[in-house]
Every structure is written in structure tokens, then in C-alpha cells.
């Protein structure tokens, strides 16, 4: 199993930023790729952006330049930087974790982190 704990969430002005942190446990050996998600009330779980142990990234085009995900694979931790937030983006960020076993991709959810973006 895989313990993804994500930090970093909480109140901030629309134009703000916040920096969410995951941090990854447990059987991390053949994790491919990372990743933030969000959900917000009413409306389905959406991709935010992902990061491959190659460095590879995939960046929702709504986030697109004001977004950005790194990877510190000595700390097992993904990370999530968000600037210029704007209120619709209020919601649970989920981070994710895909472990590919013999050719068998399977996801990790951690608990998720509510960011709210108001004034």
C-alpha cells in the first residue's frame, strides 16, 4: 500500500498563493507518476496536473502558467504551486499516486486538502 498525506491547503484571497505538499509512504518503489487533483461541491473530480518519475509533466490548460508541480523523489513528495487562485478554483485537492506492478497501473488517493479561495 501506498500513504499519500497532503498539506498545505486553507483560505486564501482570489490573486493569492498557496503551496500544497504530499508527501508519499509505504510501498513508494515503482511509483510512476504523481499528481493533484480537485473537486469541487456538485462537479466530478478533475486532473490539475501530473509529474512522471522522468520529470514529465501534464498541466490542465485552466492552470496552464499559473500552476506549477515539481518532485522531490528523495522526499518522496510532490508538490503543488498555485498562484493567481481564483475563487472557482475552491475545492478538495486530492493528490494521487500511480504504481505500475507488471504491467498493472494502480491508484493511491490521499485524504485531500480543502483550498478556499475568497475575499
Known amino acids: 500500500q501506498v500513504q499519500l498525506v497532503e498539506s498545505g491547503g486553507g483560505l486564501v484571497q482570489p490573486g493569492g498563493s498557496l503551496r500544497l505538499s504530499c508527501a508519499a509512504s509505504g510501498r513508494i518503489a515503482r511509483i510512476d507518476t504523481l499528481g493533484w487533483y480537485r473537486q469541487a461541491p456538485g462537479n466530478q473530480r478533475e486532473l490539475v496536473a501530473t509529474?512522471?518519475?522522468?520529470?514529465?509533466?501534464n498541466i490542465a490548460d485552466s492552470v496552464k502558467g499559473r500552476f506549477t508541480i515539481s518532485r522531490d523523489t528523495t522526499k518522496n513528495t510532490v508538490y503543488l504551486q498555485m498562484n493567481s487562485l481564483k475563487p472557482e478554483e475552491t475545492a478538495v485537492y486530492y493528490c494521487?499516486?500511480?504504481?505500475?506492478?507488471?504491467?498493472?497501473?494502480?491508484?493511491?488517493w490521499g485524504q485531500g486538502t480543502q483550498v478556499t479561495v475568497s475575499s
Open positions: 509529474i512522471t518519475t522522468g520529470g514529465n509533466t
Open positions: 494521487n499516486a500511480i504504481r505500475v506492478v507488471f504491467g498493472v497501473s494502480v491508484d493511491y
